[in-house]
Every structure is written in C-alpha cells, then in structure tokens.
C-alpha cells in the first residue's frame, strides 16, 4: 500500500467506481458518533478510507453534521491526507455549473457550530496558522490529477462557507461577491480548521452544482441541483481515480 489517504463524500458522492470495500467500521470518539460508517477501501494500491458527510442515507444537514468525530474518527485511523468532496453554488462567472474547482482560500459565515478541538483541559492555547487553509502539497495533485484526467478544473478562488440549510439571497450572495468569494457552500467550515488542528492536510474538491443566488434568471430548484449533482460527481470519481493513480 503506498498512500492512506481519506476521501469525506458530500452530496452526490457515495462511493466510487474501481474502489474495493474491505470493511466497514462503526467508530466512537470522544466528541460523538461519526457521520457514518467508515469504509475501508483500495484502490491502485492506495487505501483508501471514505466517510458519508451527511450520513449513509443523507439524511444530516450542514449545520448538524458532527465535524469534530469525523475528523478525530479520521486522525484515529492515521489518516494524513484528506480530500473533501462538497457541493457549491457559483458566484464567479466563470465557474459554471458542473465544472470542478479546488479552491484556495476560504471565508467563513457559519455560526454555533462546534468548530474547535480546543476547548478544556489544555496547557496552553494554540491558534494554528490557518493563512492557507488548504494543503497546496494536495491541491497541487488535484490539478495534476485533473490535467490526467482530461477535466476542466478551475484552479484557485475563495470558498465562501454559509450556515444553512437554506440558499442565499441575492443580497447575501452580492455581499459574497464583494468579499472576494466565488464559490458558496455549507460544508467547508469548520471542516478545514479541525483537519488542520489535528495537522492532517486537506484539500476541497468542489463541485458547482448550481449558480448561486442572483447569478442566472432560472430558479435554483432541487431538480437542477440534482441534475447537475449527478453529472458533476461523475467527473469527481474520474479527478479521485486519477488523483490515487499518482499517490
Ligand atoms: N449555496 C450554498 N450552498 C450550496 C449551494 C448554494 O447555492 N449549492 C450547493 N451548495
């Protein structure tokens, strides 16, 4: 086995084609129950280790996934490298919907979720560097990966991380745009701080699923969400395969 990395699946992304299940495994942590079942997999000589963000049956919205036991379910596994599949609307033109990016900076809006590892019984606070929130080692790989792979990936941009469940406004999304943001989704935050507190790399694989508020006449229903979801997912399995490929 050459790499051991860790895939956390968002909406769409359950599984994907060429990965070997050897088991599943239900973990307990000291803040909670996972998502989900982690699965071990291989794949081309990688193992691989995958966890349902949403739980198996996608039934956990944003605000109420336990962040903290999946990250802490994944460092127990000795996992060193993470790469994060989420689904997110487009503010940057550019960014059309389907289209895969592996963003570079993120902002964060969410609010009252737990989103620190440290928090009691500590020597002595530690505030980790947190400039570049993504690992460029593995965002680096992700673009080779893509250029494999034959997908047009856009390389950089700011993951602007909302509360949810519900969509934006187009004022909301206006106020993204303004910030520098180009992307939108529910999930980035605070997964991205707790990988790097317990100084596992991570990097966002994200799939546009949607124009964002305010970005296209149509309106964003969970039909066009789900259309675009399936077509995008198909080009997330191809970037992972060819991502493992190289490990
Ligand atoms: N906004 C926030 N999160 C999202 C969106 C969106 O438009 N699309 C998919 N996840």
Redesign the pocket.
């Known amino acids: 086995m050459s790499a051991k990395i860790a895939i956390i699946g968002g ?1 769409g992304l359950k599984s994907f084609p060429g990965l070997k299940i050897i088991k599943q495994e239900v973990m307990r942590t000291p803040y909670g129950t996972p998502s989900g079942p982690i699965s071990h997999g291989e794949y081309a000589d990688c193992e691989v280790i995958f966890i349902p963000r949403h739980g198996s049956a996608h039934t956990i919205p ?1 605000h109420m996934i336990n962040y903290r036991a999946n990250l802490w379910a994944l460092r127990e596994k000795n996992i060193k490298s993470i790469v994060a599949v ?5 503010i940057h033109a550019d960014i059309y919907p389907t289209r895969l990016v592996i963003p570079k900076q993120i902002i964060d809006y969410t609010y009252d979720r737990p989103h620190t590892f440290f928090e009691q019984d500590l020597q002595q606070v530690k505030h980790i560097d947190f400039s570049r929130p993504y690992d460029e080692t593995l965002r680096q790989h992700l673009l080779a990966a893509s250029i494999n792979m034959d997908l047009d990936c856009y390389d950089g941009g700011c993951y602007a991380a ?1 509360q ?1 469940p519900r ?2 406004t187009t004022a909301e ?1 206006d106020r993204l745009e303004r910030d520098g943001c180009d992307i ?3 999930t980035g935050m605070p997964e991205a701080a707790l990988a790097r507190e317990l100084e596992m790399a991570y990097a966002h694989c994200a799939m ?6 305010g970005r296209s006449q149509e309106e ?1 229903t969970m039909e066009l ?1 789900t259309q675009c979801t399936q077509i995008a997912t198909k080009k997330v399995q191809a970037l992972i395969s060819g991502l493992l490929q190289v490990s």
């Open positions: 909406t944003p989420a689904a997110v609307g487009s909302t949810g969509l934006e999304i939108v989704g529910m546009s699923v949607n124009w964002a508020a964003i969400i």
